[in-house]
């Protein structure tokens, strides 16, 4: 059987390429930075969205047209989408994939029920993975559609919720285990509130600290060694959700002690929820040493939710491969297609040219990314605007030696400070044009 007749492999064909199901930037043995853009991207295949995804929204059905599926939660279908993921990865050439728990399996009447099917479907998952040595980037637990989390997870009201969530999470580490994951996320799913008169914040957070200490305590006592990492959302869909951005999920990892484990996965439509730009979640991640992963897709300008589109602009790619070379790469975690097709966009065909699309902008973007760094003008004019920091009165305060008093004296003797010389933003941007 075959689900993708007319495609074959997606080959390398070069930027004058006309065709469509062709890569014209993101050709995976080239080397750029002494590293093949393989694994530069370390590219993953979701497969909540491309394989589970109908394309419902809150105003109607789904319309994804999927030959392969017959539209029931069965085991023998799981395990036909299986066959079909794994060809549609091997045709694109992604080298890795991510998956929830209840993405791949269905539930079953009892968790023991829902452990055996994960089980079945984890031995084919396993055996396409040796047939085409296409590797798991994560697994996650997925925490939030059954309505037993209704109030959450790990920070429920209801501490059975707390115990079933643990209950599905170890059984997630082993598969994720099983088949040689090199991650593990958390997305806190449904962790948050909608409103705080009925919310004992503290006592949740608490909770949520331990829960985590707990993940990490099982994953030691089994052998896991793969990064664990935490995804930051601020809202939906809940009104607030714990896990903010970057600077809330470092806080709290800090404050629970946890940040020696735990690296970010930063997604690109959440840092624009959060009102921050994928830079910005990036470089803050990177300055404080837990650049992980990424969820690599966009928004929409003009709509105000998670759209998950996939990403095709090019100031957005290059942004995202100008620091995650400047935080030396993103291994073991990569670049990870949390991204779906959008409604009207319903034949399978589709999911090809989404995926080709965003690989490509990748690829461009990393030798844009590239270019501007090996030329050293954007370096320079950052070291030059923080020169006043690198001799005189900067470097005596970045040294520790000065004090508010011996500040006051040299600013008293001085009168006022050095003249300010201009940002120079408009410049910086169409000096970074030149390049695209
Ligand atoms: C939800 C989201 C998740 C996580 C994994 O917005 O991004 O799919 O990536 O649970
Ligand atoms: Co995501």
């Avoid at 968790?111 to 798991?136: H, M, S, W, Y």
């Avoid at 896991?224 to 009104?239: N, V």
């Avoid at 990177?286 to 966009?298: C, K």
């Avoid at 965003?358 to 590239?370: P, Q, S, T, V, Y």
Wanted: aromatic share 12%.
């Amino acid at each position: 059987m075959t689900a993708f007749p007319d495609v074959s492999k997606i080959a390398y064909e070069g930027p004058d390429s006309k065709n469509p199901l062709a890569f014209r930037w993101y050709n995976e043995e080239e080397v750029v930075e002494g590293r093949t853009m393989k694994d530069h991207f370390r590219f993953s295949v979701v497969y909540w969205h491309t394989f589970r995804g109908t394309g419902a929204d809150p105003f109607g059905p789904g319309t994804m047209q999927r030959p392969w599926d017959d539209g029931t939660d069965s085991l023998e279908n799981a395990v036909r989408r299986v066959r079909v993921a794994f060809e549609f990865m091997e045709k694109l050439g992604a080298p890795f994939y991510a998956f929830h728990d209840r993405d791949v399996a269905p539930e079953g009447k009892t968790l023991a029920d829902t452990n055996r099917n994960l089980d079945a479907v984890v031995a084919v998952l396993k055996e396409e993975q040796q047939r085409t040595g296409i590797a798991l980037l994560w697994g996650t637990a997925n925490l939030f559609s059954n309505p037993r989390y209704v109030h959450g997870a790990a920070t429920s009201c209801n501490s059975d919720a707390f115990a079933f969530a643990a209950a599905q999470v170890k059984k997630c580490l082993e598969v994720t285990l099983e088949l040689g994951g090199a991650n593990y996320v958390f997305w806190g799913g449904r962790e948050g509130y909608q409103n705080l008169y009925n919310t004992d914040m503290r006592r949740e957070l608490d909770h949520l600290g331990a829960f985590l200490h707990m993940a990490v305590d099982y994953a030691k006592s089994i052998g896991f060694r793969g990064q664990f990492l935490i995804e930051p959302k601020p809202k939906e869909p809940t009104k607030h959700q714990y896990d903010s951005d970057a600077a809330a999920c470092i806080n709290f990892l800090r404050a629970y002690d946890l940040l020696g484990h735990f690296k970010l996965n930063i997604e690109t439509n959440h840092a624009t929820l959060a009102g921050h730009t994928m830079m910005h979640e990036l470089e803050y991640a990177g300055i404080q040493g837990v650049l992980g992963s990424i969820d690599a897709n966009t928004g929409d300008l003009l709509l105000g939710w998670d759209t998950d589109q996939f990403p095709t602009d090019y100031y957005l790619t290059t942004q995202c491969m100008l620091s995650i070379l400047k935080f030396g790469g993103l291994s073991p975690g990569g670049v990870n297609f949390d991204a779906k097709v959008r409604r009207e966009s319903f034949e399978p065909i589709d999911l090809f040219h989404a995926h080709i699309g965003g690989m490509d902008a990748f690829a461009r973007g990393l030798k844009i990314a590239a270019a501007i760094r090996a030329h050293g003008e954007l370096a320079s004019l950052l070291k030059q605007r923080y020169a006043s920091w690198d001799r005189g009165i900067g470097e005596i305060i970045e040294s520790g030696k000065a004090d508010f008093k011996t500040l006051a004296v040299y600013m008293l003797d001085k009168g006022d400070i050095a003249p300010n010389t201009s940002g120079r933003q408009e410049m910086l941007e169409h000096l970074i044009n030149r390049y695209l």
